[in-house]
């Protein structure tokens, strides 16, 4: 079976730190991986998807970046931390693109998530 | 960007009432989806929704893909404690493409035994 970690589950930084987040899927080849931002109260917002190794699309422009080294792992960085850069961090899978029974394969699996605080 | 709105934000109800929430969007939408999030956790896909009008039911959970596909709802009957949690709309517009998927800011329920 498949399973998704992300780590660490907590992590209180000051501003100006760098960052570092790590998620890692097992069970799976070549998965879809992306990773959201959860601010609190909001909903989920996609900051990088990544369909293949070196693969990375931004959705959306800050001081946040994403790699993919291997199939399987995904990491979400900073150089320099913001405060509004706070918030839920959720990594997710999805088999690769295609469709099962003529309809797009929808379920994300989402992993536990990094809470963090930027003081 | 395409925007939901969910309502209500929030909702206080009795175990055993039915509830109902809803997700709307200025924009039309290809396919709507529900998730729960429990607490400290990421979000389950609960149901996916692919056509107009769409009637969809997973156990007690029942949505629907409106018709003028600007708009979805979620029904959830004779509620449990185990409701409890964050609701989100998501939905997959015209040119969004397979990877991207707008969410909703959410319906906190609350269920008192």
């Known amino acids: 079976s498949q399973t998704i970690h992300q780590w660490p589950a907590t992590l209180v930084q000051p501003v100006g730190s760098p960052l570092s987040l790590e998620c890692t899927v097992e069970?799976?080849?070549?998965?879809?991986l992306y990773w959201y931002r959860q601010a609190a109260g909001r909903g989920l917002q996609l900051l990088f998807y990544s369909v293949g190794i070196g693969q990375i699309s931004s959705e959306v422009p800050q001081n946040l970046s994403a790699s993919r080294p291997q199939d399987r792992q995904f990491i979400l960085s900073s150089k320099k931390l913001l405060l509004s850069d706070s918030g839920f961090y959720l990594c997710?899978?999805?088999?690769?693109?295609?469709?099962?029974?003529?309809?797009?394969?929808?379920?994300?699996?989402f992993g536990p998530g990094t809470r963090l605080l930027v003081l | 960007g395409q925007q939901l709105n969910q309502s209500p934000q929030s909702m206080f109800i009795q175990e055993g009432e039915d509830v109902s929430m809803n997700c709307t969007s200025s924009s039309i939408f290809n396919t709507w989806l529900w998730y729960k999030q429990d607490p400290g956790e990421g979000p389950v896909l609960l149901i996916a929704?692919?056509?107009?009008?769409e009637l969809t039911s997973n156990g007690r959970l029942t949505a629907q893909f409106g018709i003028t596909r600007k708009d979805s709802f979620l029904n959830i009957s004779a509620s449990i404690p185990s409701d409890v949690g964050i609701y989100f709309c998501a939905g997959r517009w015209p040119g969004g493409g397979y990877q991207k998927v707008t969410f909703g800011t959410g319906t906190k329920l609350q269920v008192i035994p």
């Open positions: 069970g799976t080849s070549n998965p879809n």
């Open positions: 929704l692919y056509k107009a009008g």
């Open positions: 997710a899978w999805r088999p690769p693109t295609g469709l099962a029974g003529g309809q797009i394969q929808e379920t994300q699996y």
